[in-house]
């Protein structure tokens, strides 16, 4: 397995070698640690319903309106650039410098993404984000929940869409799973799972020092199994999650996406571990490759009553493309030597360096 424990467990953090990351990526979105670049082709035009808003340069030159009122006062480009670059995260910088690298490459080979190839990633990525999402919600509703959490607005959405299908048509063909590796998939997939938070760190002792703290704060707030209790728990955890752990995971509070006991994505550690929690207990602290973790069972969901001949060509389908975004993430690293980032701008640095 790529170790991380999110699938670390996660995998690594960019989200360097960087801190570690436990999570595991589920969709094609999620190359948002990786890397480099120059652009030479053109990319294809937006579409009309995701209309690309105007570069801030474009707009200071030409006059046009100020980007943001405030109390009816204007907001100009000048002051609101450097707290987004800020705001933006390592992420959008790193997906945007990859894309540009892809692009460049593309065009050495007289190739272009088309529409068509958006198109192909989209579809891929809405029944990735349907089998994947728990509960009865639609999904276009999952999607926008997923692109939401992730800050995947028109403009970045598209990007993203343009990265995946860029680096996929880089890359070498992959080999279709045998009949074992789909019926294990399946079993993963609709197999009874684990919704936990997840903290990573360092030492072990700093990992009992986040247990003790989520644990105090659940006996201050009032008696053990009471509503109190449980919501103040969960509460210091995810935020000792947000401010503290090394895994990328961290950026939403520890949640991860639901686990199987039979992933082996994971490490061992972390999957022996799961059917032995309580919810609402931190669990004892686990040794991974990354750091020392802590589980916080939220929620165990049940098997999934679906059938495995109607359900293997798609399953296959999304074996392969995990293996493509393996092959992907290997090509970004690659861009990235090749065309080292080189950060100018203060802001965009201290993003980087997050």
Request: net charge neutral; aromatic share 4%.
């Amino acid at each position: 397995m790529t170790s991380h424990p999110s699938r670390t467990c996660a995998r690594p953090r960019p989200p360097v070698r960087r801190p570690a990351a436990v999570l595991r990526q589920a969709t094609p979105l999620a190359l948002a640690w990786l890397i480099a670049g120059g652009c030479a082709s053109q990319a294809p035009e937006p579409s009309r319903r995701d209309p690309a808003p105007r570069a801030a340069g474009a707009a200071q030159a030409s006059e046009a309106p100020p980007p943001l009122l405030a109390g009816g006062r204007a907001i100009e480009w000048a002051e609101l650039s450097p707290r987004l670059a800020e705001a933006a995260g390592p992420g959008a910088i790193r997906d945007l410098a990859v894309l540009r690298a892809a692009r460049s490459r593309l065009s050495l080979r007289g190739e272009r993404i088309t529409q068509g190839d958006l198109d192909r990633e989209e579809r891929d990525l809405k029944s990735l984000v349907a089998r994947s999402a728990t509960g009865d919600a639609p999904t276009e509703e999952a999607m926008l929940a997923m692109r939401q959490s992730r800050g995947l607005g028109p403009v970045r959405y598209r990007d993203t869409l343009e990265l995946s299908a860029s680096l996929r048509r880089l890359i070498s063909p992959i080999a279709r799973p045998s009949s074992e590796e789909v019926r294990r998939a399946f079993d993963v997939s609709f197999g009874t799972r684990y919704r936990v938070r997840l903290i990573v760190l360092p030492s072990e002792r700093e990992a009992n020092d986040a247990r003790d703290r989520a644990r105090r704060a659940g006996l201050v707030a009032g008696e053990v199994g009471t509503p109190e209790q449980r919501e103040a728990l969960r509460a210091m955890f995810a935020s000792q999650a947000f401010s503290r752990s090394t895994d990328r995971s961290s950026r939403a509070a520890g949640l991860v996406e639901p686990i199987s006991p039979l992933d082996t994505s994971y490490p061992s550690a972390l999957t022996r571990a799961l059917p032995a929690l309580t919810p609402d207990e931190p669990s004892p602290i686990l040794a991974l490759d990354e750091g020392f973790a802590v589980l916080l069972l939220e929620e165990v969901i049940p098997p999934a009553p679906r059938d495995f001949d109607a359900e293997k060509d798609a399953i296959e389908h999304e074996i392969v493309l995990r293996r493509e975004r393996v092959a992907m993430e290997a090509l970004a690293q690659e861009l990235l030597r090749a065309a080292p980032m080189t950060p100018i701008d203060p802001s965009v640095a201290w993003s980087l360096d997050r």
